[in-house]
């Protein structure tokens, strides 16, 4: 009994084997069959894909002949990814089309609601086709779904990763008109923050601070926190930070403007006041910035 088991078993186990050889080659054939199948009817299939693109209004920031000319490109990327089971092109490709696009307005679930529209007219010119043969119709469904999906997905990922490219840098360029360094006149530098301080603004903050200090060769630095409500003990000490930087560089910073919970806050991290300059308001800390540097400032009546 154990010993015709283990036949059984053997006997399985080739057959499964065969059955995996048989599907593995048979794999590479449906593939060719489908791509043959979509570079035939490649002219009835992508005005179908854009009717139906149009009728969904996806992509409604671009024109109908933009539609019809990407989705062309789409059209024959996806197919060539099919073909090659490669998907560099179709990345690049993807890459490409997220720069043009994104910049018109165009949005997440648009790119992706496309991607589905194609693979939904692709498989029903399959059902179509082999609508007498399910047979058939079920081996070549199996090797394309998989391609399929991982189009649909390579797609969506080079969107999503150029989307997130243009963010990064928008919210640079906000930062740095949030946190400008302001000369002033010569050797006199002033930086306002305005708004929520975080720890990655802060740092952002330092680098563009000793930059200008070193550009512009400062010996003084108004930093007005205003426009600042509060910030927290890492924020905080970020700022002392910046301050001892500014002094190792040659420049004097007079710290205004600074709100009563900031001033807590300074307190409690341990800050040695004695090191740190500070006025009541920018009006203050530009007064006495201009006495550290030498200048001062009369009425025109009185040096006349």
Known sequence: MVRKRNEDVVVFTQNTTIEATESNQTAPRLLRELVAHLRQNRTPLREEW????????????????????????????YVVALETGTFEALQNYARSLS?????????THEVIGIVLLLRDVLARSLFAKY??????????LDAYEPAANRIANTVAVGFVQERERIIRQQQEAIRELSTPVLPVRERLLILPIIGVMDPQRARQLTEQLLHGIRTNRAKVVVID?????????????????TVQASRLLGATVIVTGLSPEIAQTL??????????????????????????LGYKVIPIAEAS
Do not use: C, W
Not at 99 to 107: A, K, L, N, Y
Not at 269 to 286: E, P, Y
């Open 50 to 77: 854009v009717r139906r693109i149009t009728e969904a209004q996806l992509l409604t920031a671009m024109s109908k002949p933009e539609i019809f000319a990407e989705a062309t490109s789409v059209y024959d990327s």
């Open 99 to 107: 720069e043009r696009i994104i910049p018109r307005g165009v949005e």
């Open 131 to 140: 609508q007498g043969n399910f047979e058939e119709l079920n081996r070549i």
């Open 225 to 241: 926190t205003t426009g600042v409500a509060a910030m927290d003990g890492t924020v905080a000490n970020h700022l002392v930070l």
């Open 267 to 292: 307190v409690t991290i341990g800050v040695d006041l004695n090191k740190m300059n500070t006025a009541g308001d920018l009006q203050g800390g530009i007064e006495q910035a201009e006495r550290l």
